[in-house]
C-alpha cells in the first residue's frame, strides 16, 4: 500500500521560512511528477508547484521568487522551501505524487498547516 507522510508545518510569522517535506512509502516502482497544492479557508485546492522526473518545475504566479520545490528521487520525496512567507500563504498544504504501483494513479498527502501570522 503507498503512503504519503508529510511534515514541516507550523505557525511563522510573516517575512520568514519553513521547508515542508513529503515522502512515499510502500510498493513503489517510479514516480513521475510531483507537486505541492493548498487550500486556505473558504477557497478551492490551487497548484502552489510542480516538479517532472527530469527536474522541470513550475510554480504559480503568487510564489515565483519565493518558494522553491525539489525531489529525491532515491527517497521518493518532494520538498517546498518557502521564504518571505505572507499570511495570503496561509492554508493546508498537501503533496501529491503520481506513483507507478500496482495501483497507477495520483497520491495524495495527509496536509499539513502552515500559518503565517505575527
Known amino acids: 500500500q503507498v503512503q504519503l507522510v508529510e511534515s514541516g508545518g507550523g505557525l511563522v510569522q510573516p517575512g520568514g521560512s519553513l521547508r515542508l517535506s513529503c515522502a512515499a512509502s510502500?510498493?513503489?516502482?517510479?514516480?513521475?511528477?510531483m507537486g505541492w497544492y493548498r487550500q486556505a479557508p473558504g477557497n478551492q485546492r490551487e497548484s502552489v508547484a510542480d516538479i517532472t522526473s527530469g527536474g522541470t518545475t513550475n510554480y504559480a504566479d503568487s510564489v515565483k521568487g519565493r518558494f522553491t520545490i525539489s525531489r529525491d528521487n532515491a527517497k521518493n520525496a518532494v520538498y517546498l522551501q518557502m521564504n518571505s512567507l505572507k499570511p495570503e500563504d496561509t492554508a493546508v498544504y498537501y503533496c501529491?505524487?503520481?506513483?507507478?504501483?500496482?495501483?497507477?494513479?495520483?497520491?495524495w498527502g495527509q496536509g499539513t498547516q502552515v500559518t503565517v501570522s505575527s
Open positions: 501529491m505524487m503520481h506513483i507507478i504501483a500496482r495501483f497507477t494513479h495520483d497520491y
Open positions: 510502500g510498493s513503489i516502482f517510479g514516480v513521475s511528477n
